[in-house]
């Protein structure tokens, strides 16, 4: 079993940034940011290796938002820039042993997530 806890969540206005982090009790090979916003499904945010290559993105923060991640520290990590207020939802951290992927059943490990407003 993983335990992730996820932290930096919090109010920003639009055009800021955030910067999340997702701390695991030992590394997993592939981890993986989703969010989810009041009334919506969780979704795809952004995924990578545990070598720190093999990232992904959704389309929607492409460009915007960067994952990366220390594995000496067994941390993860999302830049948020240029916020925008439909970024708003509670991001969770997920863990799993397979390769990067957008479907949360890909995904074994889950943070109990942070709240994330951006005010417009």
């Known amino acids: 079993q993983v335990q992730l806890v996820e932290s930096g969540g919090g109010l920003v206005q639009a055009g800021g940034s955030l910067r999340l982090s997702c701390a695991a009790s030992?590394?997993?090979?592939?981890m993986a940011w989703f969010r989810q916003a009041p009334g919506k499904e969780r979704e795809f945010v952004a995924s990578?290796?545990?070598?720190?290559?093999?990232?992904y993105y959704a389309d929607s923060v492409k460009g915007r938002f960067a994952i990366s991640r220390d594995d000496s520290k067994n941390t993860m990590y999302l830049q948020m820039n240029s916020l925008k207020p439909e970024d708003t939802a509670v991001y969770y951290c997920?863990?799993?042993?397979?390769?990067?992927?957008?479907?949360?059943?890909?995904?074994?490990?889950w943070g109990l997530g942070t709240q994330v407003t951006v005010s417009s």
């Open positions: 990578i290796r545990w070598n720190g290559d093999n990232t």
């Open positions: 997920a863990g799993g042993v397979g390769i990067p992927a957008p479907e949360r059943n890909k995904y074994d490990y």
């Open positions: 030992r590394r997993t090979f592939t």
